[in-house]
């Protein structure tokens, strides 16, 4: 059964940075895309960022778009989210998730932000951004 396993959130200030990870363990298949969303209190949980695991294509969304950055290191099996410039509004918790079976033939970006298309998530990881 495969695992995901977050860290590296914590309480910061606006302005500041974050690096936050993802492991992969127990796979039986190979990934087909790695993805990050996250929940606040009282709202739903939302896409933040995904990247295909062969061709390394990266999709985020609008709002974190120039400020966070994905990155997937396929000899460790380990996503990351590098997350600059933090806002309040970024405050939530960070999940990873795994896409081991594809759910459409249709691809684009707006495949990646399901999250019916992950089969694997994390426990997540607590971002909180002071203001």
């Known amino acids: 059964q495969e695992q995901l396993v977050e860290s590296g959130g914590g309480l910061v200030q606006a302005g500041d940075s974050l690096r936050l990870s993802c492991a992969a363990s127990?796979?039986?298949?190979?990934?087909?895309?790695m993805g990050w969303f996250r929940q606040a209190p009282g709202k739903e949980r939302e896409f933040v960022a995904a990247?295909?695991?062969?061709?390394?294509?990266?999709y985020y969304a609008d709002s974190v778009k120039g400020r966070f950055t994905i990155s997937r290191d396929a000899a460790k099996n380990t996503v990351s989210l590098q997350m600059n410039s933090l806002k309040p509004e970024d405050t939530a918790v960070y999940y990873c998730?795994?896409?081991?079976?594809?759910?459409?033939?249709?691809?684009?970006?707006?495949?990646?932000?399901?999250?019916?298309?992950?089969?694997?998530w994390g426990q997540g990881t607590q971002v909180t951004v002071s203001s």
């Open positions: 998730a795994d896409e081991i079976r594809r759910k459409s033939p249709i691809s684009g970006s707006y495949y990646y932000t399901l999250l019916s298309t992950y089969d694997y």
């Open positions: 127990g796979r039986t298949f190979s990934s087909l895309s």
């Open positions: 990247i295909t695991w062969s061709g390394g294509g990266t």
